[in-house]
């Protein structure tokens, strides 16, 4: 810090004294007239009537980048339509989701329904392990890695299908 603007007071600093005094006197600013604004004149008439021209923005025969500008500006300003399409996209979502939990719950849950209902097939050993111990601590994970990349496959048709719709 540059101890210039502080004094030393038994240790502690200390605010310039002069800080926040002015001591130089200011002039006030000079307002100058601004010159006001010319009348405007009355245009020229042409000597020619001036030729109507027709604007184009976009060619009349491609209608199909309407709709889909369309859909996209109701996507983004949120409107009732727009949002519709978006709930559309999440119940097929949500379903496929809760499908495919529903399969994982079924599989894994029925395992131990299996066992208790069939001694036998509870009894079974597989290389000196008991096959229920195999399949209820093995059987999850590839089970759960491949419902997972099904679901990610679903959603990513079900998102395919969407932007389709939006852009055709």
Do not use: C
Not at 54 to 59: C, F, I
Not at 73 to 98: F, N, P, Y
Not at 137 to 144: D, M, V
């Amino acid at each position: 810090m540059n101890e210039d603007y502080y004094q030393q007071v038994d240790g502690v600093r200390e605010p310039d004294p002069t800080l926040g005094k002015n001591f130089a006197t200011h002039e006030p600013a000079t307002v100058e007239r601004v010159p006001p604004v010319p009348a405007e004149q009355p245009a020229e008439t042409p000597a020619k009537p001036l030729k109507r021209q027709r604007v184009v923005l976009a060619d009349p025969h491609s209608r199909s980048s309407t709709p889909t500008l369309r859909a996209r500006v109701e996507l983004e300003e949120q409107t009732s339509w727009g949002a519709l399409l978006v709930d559309d996209l999440v119940k097929h979502q949500l379903r496929a989701g809760l499908m495919l939990a529903a399969l994982v719950v079924v599989v894994l849950g029925g395992l131990p329904l299996a066992f208790y209902l069939s001694p036998a097939f509870a009894g079974l050993r597989v290389i000196g392990v008991p096959l229920a111990w195999l399949l209820l601590a093995i059987l999850p994970f590839p089970l759960l890695l491949l419902a997972g990349l099904l679901y990610n496959r679903l959603a990513e048709g079900n998102e395919r299908d969407f932007v389709d719709m939006i852009e055709n």
